[in-house]
T-cell receptor
Framework: DGGITQSPKYLFRKEGQNVTLSCEQN?????MYWYRQDPGQGLRLIYY???????QKGDIAEGYSVSREKKESFPLTVTSAQKNPTAFYLC???????????FGDGTRLSIL | QQQVKQSPQSLIVQKGGISIINCAYENTAFDYFPWYQQFPGKGPALLIA?????SEKKEGRFTISFNKSAKQFSLHIMDSQPGDSATYFCAAKNNNNDMRFGAGTRLTVKP
């Protein structure tokens, strides 16, 4: 089945630690996205990538980093600079033009 | 700055009733308007979508109404069922793959 796989489903971060969230897609989509979801605030864009080896900051990129070395993969690192990382993180991908975004089932990150 | 405004924040409807969620956008470059349904612990799933060249699209019990001049669109769920209880997000996208989401509406359908 084609889709987006996010792992792990739950992740815990210690103070001062960087953690990496995985996102893999087999939909052959060029565009990939990372969103943060907090209660009552909808989805806020962290980073997006339109093509391999290129990515752009979204609205709340501070404290996060990404890479796009392969079309299928778009990992997100939550660095120690992100002071309030507790949230539900969603990865998405999209085809060209006005194609809808397809989402993974998210990773819930908590602070120990 | 929120480019897509969604209301209400929460909605309670009796089984069999009509659920209506409204969205308004500002950027006239948006040309694709999807609605997503999200259950707890899951990612949003595409429910129904519309392009601005039509005023209404219906798929089963779900209908999108679109008013281009007012820059507003709404989701109507007819004969609402308890299984429809979820969070619904409207969104607007342009052809540069820039998609903006509303803040979400938590729908509860009471049996």
């Amino acid at each position: 089945d084609g889709g987006i796989t996010q792992s792990p489903k739950y992740l815990f971060r210690k103070e001062g630690q960087n953690v990496t969230l995985s996102c893999e897609q087999n939909l052959n989509h060029d565009a990939m996205y990372w969103y943060r979801q907090d209660p009552g605030q909808g989805l806020r864009l962290i980073y997006y990538s339109q093509i391999v080896n290129d990515f752009q900051k979204g609205d709340i990129a501070e404290g996060y980093s990404v890479s796009r070395e392969k079309k299928e993969s778009f990992p997100l690192t939550v660095t120690s600079a992100q002071k309030n990382p507790t949230a539900f993180y969603l990865c998405a991908s999209a085809g060209p033009g006005t194609q809808p975004q397809h989402f993974g089932d998210g990773t819930r990150l908590s602070i120990l | 700055q929120q480019q897509v405004k969604q209301s209400p924040q929460s909605l309670i409807v009796q089984k069999g009733g009509i659920s209506i969620i409204n969205c308004a956008y500002e950027n006239t470059a948006f040309d694709y308007f999807p609605w997503y349904q999200q259950f707890p612990g899951k990612g949003p799933a595409l429910l129904i979508a519309i392009r601005p060249d039509v005023s209404e699209k219906k798929e089963g019990r779900f209908t999108i109404s679109f008013n281009k001049s007012a820059k507003q669109f709404s989701l109507h769920i007819m004969d609402s069922q308890p299984g429809d209880s979820a969070t619904y997000f409207c969104a607007a996208k342009n052809n540069n793959n820039d998609m903006r989401f509303g803040a979400g509406t938590r729908l509860t359908v009471k049996p």
